[in-house]
């Protein structure tokens, strides 16, 4: 196996979660803030097939 560095798949600075407010108790799952939630719907709804 080829111990290459490799380039990430995804570019995630833009992602929903980059811009965490908070994070749930018990699962650690990173809580977006009401604005980046809002951002990325809008850009689903923009890129829509």
């Known amino acids: 196996m080829d111990n290459k560095e490799h380039k990430p798949v995804e570019n995630h600075k833009t992602a929903a979660w980059a811009n965490v407010e908070d994070i749930k108790n018990g ?23």
């Open 27 to 49: 699962s650690n799952v990173a809580k977006p803030s009401q604005y980046q939630t809002k951002n990325a719907k809008e850009y689903v709804d923009e890129n829509e097939k």
